[in-house]
T-cell receptor, first 109, second 114 residues
Framework: GQQVMQIPQYQHVQEGEDFTTYCNSS?????IQWYKQRPGGHPVFLIQ?????EVKKQKRLTFQFGEAKKNSSLHITATQTTDVGTYFC?????????FGKGTRLHILP | KAGVTQTPRYLIKTRGQQVTLSCSPI?????VSWYQQTPGQGLQFLFE???????NKGNFPGRFSGRQFSNSRSEMNVSTLELGDSALYLC?????????????FGSGTQLSVL
């Protein structure tokens, strides 16, 4: 069946270092969304990517959607303690949503 | 505007029992979707309702069911609970539909099955 693989599962970085998480789908997606879930919290929408090769930026966060619409990445520049949490991608296809298992980001002060 | 409200926040049940969870979407949102979140499987889609009709369904057994009322509030029911049903159950709402719009999640119901 349709799968969305997300790596890495965990990432520890020193505050100020960069961070990247990747999502790869076994099938072409209609669009992909990214969510952040703080410890003990609920997922909060970050961005949606729809077009092939699309790149969007939100301050220190850069989101990319691959040319084949099968992969996506989230890059955080110069991480801060407020970036702690789990980042999920959510791929949409044929009215179905498949979440990646998330990347849990730990920031070392 | 009030956010998505889920009740109860915590539930403890025993195997074989049934449970009903409630979700009130953001005012004006007509789409409500439900998800199961576990450490092992992550977030998994259960089903989506729009204008009282189930439009999409994930790969969960028939023990998991839901409904939506005319005011867009939704309930999810799990019958004959199993230990593996212990999870955080999240609902999300969106304005028109599912897919092209961002999802607003509630805080979830933490279900423990003993």
């Amino acid at each position: 069946g349709q799968q969305v693989m997300q790596i890495p599962q965990y990432q520890h970085v020193q505050e100020g270092e960069d961070f990247t998480t990747y999502c790869n789908s076994s099938t072409t997606l209609s669009n992909i969304q990214w969510y952040k879930q703080r410890p003990g919290g609920h997922p909060v929408f970050l961005i949606q990517l729809v077009k092939s090769g699309e790149v969007k930026k939100q301050k220190r966060l850069t989101f990319q959607f691959g040319e084949a619409k099968k992969n996506s990445s989230l890059h955080i520049t110069a991480t801060q303690t407020t970036d702690v949490g789990t980042y999920f991608c959510a791929g949409f296809r044929d009215d179905k949503i498949i979440f990646g298992k998330g990347t849990r980001l730990h920031i070392l002060p | 505007k009030a956010g998505v409200t889920q009740t109860p926040r915590y539930l403890i049940k025993t195997r074989g029992q049934q449970v009903t969870l409630s979700c009130s979407p953001i005012s004006g949102h007509r789409s409500v979707s439900w998800y199961q979140q576990t450490p092992g499987q992550g977030l998994q889609f259960l089903f989506e309702y729009f204008s009282e009709t189930q439009r999409n369904k994930g790969n969960f057994p028939g023990r998991f069911s839901g409904r939506q009322f005319s005011n867009s509030r939704s309930e999810m029911n799990v019958s004959t609970l199993e230990l593996g049903d212990s999870a955080l159950y999240l609902c999300a709402s969106s304005l028109h539909g599912f897919g092209p719009e961002k999802l607003f999640f509630g805080s979830g119901t933490q279900l423990s099955v003993l």
